[in-house]
């Protein structure tokens, strides 16, 4: 039987509630689809901290390196905010992307049908929106070198963060996104500030030369970051896949992401290249939201993002479409038959906990897969 390694860091705040809705459909697709699954557990973020004194352990991040697919919930909260920089929890997740090599952030900004009210948009602005942002993962002013605070003596001190790219970085990160085009809408738009940056210009001629090169059948726009930030709330409806650097995507993907109604409905995946041997990517799968500690231990969370994040993991690391497909169907009906948590709520609509959302999406998920 094929066996399916999954490491599983559900972090801090709501992580290990939502971890614990996949944890059902996973046993589930074992029990019943003799799914293979093999689960292993470690620990991120503030909790690792706490176990180890680290963002993450040595032992943690050879499970992760072992591992097909990490799940991972969320990290932080305000029991870390004092603990010293190279080890606050939000270290644990930029070690697994780095060493990973997890350039590609895939963020899908999808608006359910059911929760186009939702939105802070007008809905028709909203309703079927379908965009895919490809962020940058594993370069530019995240981990750019210098990034220090320097005393200058005089009562002043200077901060640095260097933002940098080199040719290679923007070639593979603008043909996942031009592939990925291809199998969607079939439009590129690349998004950042030329005007003003050396590695915007950059930037803009390697996508513009990787296009021509080989993927011309794509259709490719150009827009200025701030300029595109106006346009996803404007119009956002005009784009299909979004490719950008790392800070600019952090920002515009929670803006899509809002789009959508809440932060709580969306899936990332962050993916390595092929291994050149068995073509396997390394992937990392997590929500976009963070760990909320405002409402982690009650019981309130939406799990959505983490489910779909898992149903993201069946599609890319284990190549089950059908699953995967039937999974983003539970959910979907799961919101048409008007079942919520607190923050997608609506008048008329049934306000459920994180359990039983989890629990209605596995019915509808076993029901469609009977
Ligand atoms: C994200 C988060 C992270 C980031 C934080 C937690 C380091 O905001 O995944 O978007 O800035 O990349
Ligand atoms: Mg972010």
């Given at each position: ?39 292993e ?5 503030g909790?690792?901290?706490d ?22 919930g969320?990290?932080?909260?305000p029991?870390?905010?004092d ?8 270290a644990?997740?930029?070690?697994l ?23 802070s948009?007008?809905?028709e ?83 513009t030369a ?29 784009f ?19 789009l ?5 409905m ?11 041997k068995t073509?396997k ?40 479409v ?49």
């Open positions: 039987m094929t066996e399916r390694n999954l490491l599983l860091l559900p972090g801090d705040g709501i992580g290990p509630e939502a971890m614990a809705e996949v944890r059902k459909i996973i046993a589930y697709m074992n029990a019943e689809k003799a799914a293979g699954f093999v689960i557990e470690g620990l991120v973020g909790s690792a901290y176990a180890h004194g680290a963002a993450i352990s040595e032992d943690d991040m050879a499970k992760a390196l072992a591992a097909d697919a990490v799940l991972f969320a990290v932080g909260g029991k870390w905010d603990v010293p920089y190279e080890v606050r929890p939000e644990g997740l930029l070690r992307r780095k060493d990973l090599e997890l350039f590609a952030n895939l963020r899908p900004a999808i608006c359910y049908p059911a929760l186009a009210n939702a939105s948009l007008k809905p602005l909203v309703e079927g929106l379908d965009i895919l942002i490809i962020r940058e993962l594993t370069g530019g002013v995240y981990f750019g070198e210098p990034k220090t605070i320097t005393d200058l003596g005089n009562g002043q001190k200077r901060a640095i963060d260097t933002q940098v790219y080199d040719t290679y970085e923007i070639e593979r990160i603008s043909a996942v996104a031009f592939e990925m085009a291809r199998t969607r809408g079939n439009r590129v738009c690349s998004m950042e500030k030329r005007n003003v940056m050396k590695s915007g210009v950059l930037w803009n001629q390697v996508v990787t296009h021509k090169e080989k993927f011309s059948d794509v259709k490719l726009e150009h827009m200025l970051a701030d300029a595109g930030g106006m346009q996803l709330v404007r119009a956002p409806k005009q299909d896949v979004i490719v950008t650097d790392n800070l600019f995507g952090d920002m515009l993907s929670d803006v899509a992401a809002m959508t109604g809440s932060l709580g969306l899936p990332s995946a962050s993916l390595g290249a092929p291994d050149a073509g990517r390394k992937a990392l799968y997590e929500p976009v939201h963070g760990s909320a500690p405002d409402i982690a231990g009650r019981g309130t969370a939406n799990p959505i993002a983490m489910i779909a994040s898992f149903a993201m993991c069946l599609r890319y690391s284990f190549n089950m059908e699953e995967a497909d039937r999974l983003e169907k539970a959910i979907a009906n799961v919101l048409d038959k008007g079942i919520r948590t607190g923050d997608i709520m609506a008048e008329g609509a049934t306000e459920v906990g994180t359990v039983e959302m989890g629990d209605a999406i596995l019915a509808e998920f076993k029901a469609l897969s009977a």
